[in-house]
């Protein structure tokens, strides 16, 4: 349970980070909060020989509650964001999913930006970016690139990095007015990976879901977009009353779309049937926060 | 090159754990939970399971609860740090979370004790009224095999509310 042999840089600046990078190649990984590259390092499921540090460069700590965009920056913890009434009043979806990320010497040390390029199948962050439309800032050899939440996750553990490049930040677009979200998680003991989640948001205007917006957690590749479901509500009447029919008939839709994995935890029908039971609650407790009604 | 940034596999740190400023070369792969244990004798830091699931190794890094196991010991370079060491006054008087945990009694074997102190204190300098569920919520990336955790948690609402002899 100790580390095999790595070089280890502690660079100031983020050109100097990009530069030791790029010249790592495959051989580089980009530590920050460690608290999912520690473990697999204590493993040795992963053995890089560079580790890159880049908690000396402040530049990259940095919260900026913009008008219409949330910016955080690759030094930003999961608790720098708790306790933020400004974020938590815009971005409800990412305040609520935070409160449920591990445990709390884990959220003083682990980064949002780290969860994102991560992309573990049961974490919160890449399904609240996907769910919120947001954008990954990468930095590398050639410059900035930005890519949608969407492309930056490519399976299981996977992201769109190329070698030498790195996650720099993400954006999250401020919801529109009339927004409802809830994220809710299934964990066998609080701060656990969840079993199973979901990440809602609903736009509503006089009782008519206008826009939809629903991602599974814990199925097995990374964030699961369950557009069926989100296409089933759009356009519906979703009143206390004739909601629960929809967001059955939603239930039903990311049932019958997920392939979960098979483990220790949970068989591959419960994680199926939890998907349901999570998209119903995530639904309706995104609806009674929905305005527009 | 990349010599100019490039450290090499053993690095100076300076690092201050319950007030005492450390200076010490230690290999860049150490962790901080081996540091503390092996290379400043602090052996009131416990390991676990040493991939950050059982919380016997928190410890307090500028002021915020930190799995020693999870953070290299060059990382905590220029930082302050407190381990259950430092957790007792000057003059020898139990820290109010040792002492309420001493008087309900909170602990059997005492392995998960060190990082159940250090997260119950932060819990309540950050929540200095929690109620039942919020310290359960607080305490839960701590894994304690003995006590069935109700007493820590009385001990740490005792804290609370005042009512141990060494309330804060």
């Not at chain 1, 580790?51 to 920056?73: F, K, M, P, Q, S």
């Not at chain 1, 990095?161 to 609080?190: K, N, W």
């Not at chain 1, 989640?197 to 990374?222: F, K, Q, S």
Request: aromatic fraction near 4%.
């Amino acid at each position: 349970m100790k580390p095999a042999w790595f070089d280890y840089y502690a660079p100031r600046t983020l050109e100097e980070a990009l530069r030791i990078l790029a010249e790592a190649g495959h051989d580089g990984k980009v530590l920050a909060g460690g608290q999912s590259l520690v473990p697999m390092l204590n493993f040795r499921i992963v053995n890089p020989t560079v580790i890159v540090d880049i908690n000396r460069i402040e530049a990259l700590n940095h919260l900026d509650i913009a008008a219409d965009t949330l910016t955080i920056g690759a030094l930003v913890r999961h608790a720098d964001l708790l306790g933020n009434s400004r974020l938590r009043e815009g971005w409800p979806l990412l305040a609520e999913a935070t409160t449920q990320v591990a445990h709390p010497a884990i959220r003083n040390r682990g980064t949002v930006c780290g969860s994102v390029a991560h992309n573990d199948p049961a974490a919160e962050h890449p399904s609240v970016l996907v769910t919120l439309d947001g954008t990954v800032i990468i930095a590398g050899p050639s410059g900035r690139r930005e890519l949608p939440a969407e492309q930056f996750f490519t399976g299981m553990l996977s992201n769109a990095l190329d070698p030498g490049e790195m996650v720099m930040e993400v954006h999250y677009p401020r919801p529109s007015a009339g927004t409802g979200a809830a994220f809710v998680e299934f964990a066998r003991r609080l701060g656990d990976f969840a079993i199973a989640g979901a990440a809602a948001i609903l736009t509503m205007r006089d009782d008519v879901c206008e826009r939809a917006r629903l991602t599974i957690v814990g199925m097995g590749d990374g964030p699961f977009r369950a557009r069926a479901a989100e296409d089933a509500l759009m356009g519906r009447r979703l009143s206390a009353d004739d909601g629960h029919d929809a967001f059955a008939e939603a239930a039903e839709k990311v049932i019958a779309a997920v392939q979960p994995a098979e483990d220790v935890h949970a068989s591959s029908a419960y994680r199926r049937h939890l998907a349901g039971v999570m998209a119903v609650r995530a639904l309706e407790a995104a609806l009674s926060r929905a305005g527009g009604r | 090159m990349l010599e100019d940034v490039k450290l090499a596999r053993e690095q100076r740190i300076s690092v201050t754990v319950n007030g005492k400023v450390h200076e010490k070369i230690v290999p860049v792969r150490l962790s901080l939970a081996d540091f503390i244990r092996d290379h400043l004798h602090l052996t009131g830091t416990h390991l676990g399971c040493e991939h950050g699931v059982c919380g016997a190794c928190t410890i307090e890094m500028n002021g915020r609860s930190a799995r020693s196991c999870l953070t290299l010991a060059v990382q905590a370079d220029g930082a302050e740090i407190v381990t259950i060491e430092g957790l007792r006054a000057p003059d020898g008087k139990r820290h109010p979370m040792q002492q309420a945990f001493h008087e309900h009694f909170a602990l059997q074997c005492g392995y998960c004790t060190p990082g159940m102190l250090i997260t119950a204190i932060e819990l309540l300098r950050n929540n200095p009224n929690p109620n039942e569920q919020e310290v359960r919520e607080a305490l839960s990336g701590n894994l304690c095999r003995c006590t069935g955790y109700q007493a820590i948690v009385t001990a740490v609402l005792a804290v609370a509310r005042g009512q141990s002899a060494g309330a804060m």
